[in-house]
């Protein structure tokens, strides 16, 4: 008997089988660790996905009656309400597939005529529920889908005294107050109407019994987007407008002017803005809109404090007949106009009492002020502050989202796509794995793979017995 003590290739084989077992069981234990919280980051991307495509869908089709960031229109109900974050999702996706019935809300489901699938009506709930109504109201402004409806006005003093000092007339004062706050946002100026709803001021409105006025504003309109009231307005209230409809032929015009409508604005929009204009308009307007003999001023105090956003607009949408100044409706997106809108009003602070016009000669591509003549070059500082980028409009392509909101609430699509209307596609499974639950995983593996290769070459070396015939 020698003193060397063998071992046997069974125990060795049992022994490297039992580690390897223990370090595969340790792995998956560090994976089923770390599993929640990989599950947890998942969701929450997958969320800021579907809260990022809802932005667009609400942009698109929800934002004309809902307002910019969710906290209604009149008396369309607001969205961001801690109410509705503590809803039962089932029941608000219920609403916004099947529609509120007796109200301006229709259906949306694919299923019942609208424009949108299941899932995407799951994602307006998960907007409702989890979203940023800053980060909506952004996305609606840069989409250049936010609703030009104005909130309220300021009834005419002057006139307001007038009317007080009529027969009845207090209650036909408080009556005009009320209106220039909740209804000329649709009913307009002097109650002549607007392209959302029907003109008040009118014999053939004036012929209803106040019964039939006062059950319109109470219950609403179905199919249009008069809403009810009933829970907006008090019964006094109720009455001083159906007084103010009914008698409004003593009402001198002018007493419910139109309110002011500013294009709202982003740093991302004001940014297109002025893209656009150092690219498109200052050969005219000069590099920091203070003129040429080709076009009048644009940063000057009168001029921005006389027109308003509506107007300039409506002058670069249309043109103006008779002079140089083209109509862009048709070259560029309505997002776009607004955008150089925004940007011309931001100069309105600083704007000089006098216009200083700078002087042209040549093509308006050598126009002093332009970039071609000062040498700059895409990406290079301009006299406005910003920097010159190659520009190509879009006419019709169509941005990012669902597309075309139908129904009757009005909702409408838009054009252009956007430099910050990027969809965020959702990941692949493999780019969800934690990578450090693979770097665990994969050393396990690679360390059971030598020792099963060393317990292989030791088994090989063992002396095999010889066996006799």
């Known amino acids: 008997m020698n003193g060397s003590l063998k071992i046997s290739p069974r125990i060795i084989e049992l022994s490297l089988g039992l580690l390897a077992t223990i370090l595969i069981a340790s792995g998956l234990l560090a994976y089923a660790w770390q599993e929640p919280q990989r599950i947890e980051q998942a969701q929450a991307a997958q969320l800021a996905t579907d809260l990022n495509e809802a932005k667009n869908l609400y942009a698109e089709n929800c934002a004309v009656c809902h307002g910019l960031a969710g906290d209604g229109i009149g008396a369309i109900p607001a969205l961001n309400s801690a109410a509705l974050v503590g809803s039962d999702p089932a029941s608000l996706a219920k609403i916004i597939a099947r529609g509120l019935y007796n109200t301006a809300m229709p259906a949306w489901a694919q299923e019942d005529g609208g424009p949108l699938s299941d899932y995407q009506i799951d994602e307006l709930v998960g907007l409702i529920r989890y979203g940023d109504w800053t980060q909506v109201q952004e996305r609606v402004i840069n989409l250049g889908l936010a609703p030009m409806v104005p909130f309220t006005t300021e009834a005419d003093p002057d006139i307001l005294a007038q009317v007080a000092q009529l027969p009845g007339g ?51 309109v179905s199919g249009t987007l ?13 009455e001083m407008l159906v007084n103010l409809i009914r008698n409004w032929d003593q009402v001198p015009s002018g007493a419910i002017p139109a309110p002011v409508r500013p294009i709202p604005v ?42 308003s956003d509506a107007a300039i607009e409506q002058i670069v949408t249309l043109g103006v007949t008779g002079t140089s100044m083209p109509a862009w409706g048709d070259r560029i997106s309505t997002a776009e106009i607004q955008a150089v809108v925004g940007f011309i009003r931001s100069w309105e602070p600083d704007a000089p009492e006098v216009a200083q016009p700078s002087r042209v000669t040549g093509p308006w591509w050598k126009a002093a002020g332009s970039p071609v003549a000062a040498g700059v070059t895409s990406g290079q500082a301009l006299p406005s502050g910003g920097t010159t980028t190659t520009y190509t ?29 990027v969809s965020n596609e959702p990941q692949s499974w493999w780019e969800s794995i934690d990578p450090r639950s693979l770097a665990v995983i994969g050393g396990l593996a690679l360390g059971s793979l030598i020792l099963i290769l060393w317990a292989a070459i030791k088994l090989y070396r063992l002396p095999h017995p010889i066996h006799s015939i």
């Open 393 to 421: 409009p879009n006419t019709g392509a169509q941005a990012d989202g669902t597309g075309q909101g139908t129904g009757t609430a009005g909702g409408g699509g838009h054009t252009g796509t956007q430099p910050w209307a």
């Open 266 to 307: 982003t740093t991302e929009s004001l940014a297109l803005g002025e893209q656009i204009f150092s690219t498109t308009c200052i050969g005219c307007h000069g590099a920091q809109g203070e003129g040429t003999q080709r076009a009048p001023s644009l940063n000057v105090k009168g001029f921005l404090t006389d027109t």
């Open 170 to 220: 207090e209650l036909l004062a408080q009556g005009i107050s009320l209106y220039a706050q909740e209804c000329v946002a649709c009913h307009g100026a002097d109650g002549l109407g607007t392209s959302l709803a029907p003109a008040l001021n009118d014999p053939v409105v004036r012929e209803q019994t106040a019964e039939d006025l006062t059950r319109t504003v109470i219950y609403g």
């Open 226 to 238: 008069m809403a009810t009231w009933e829970n907006a307005l008090s019964q006094p209230e109720v």
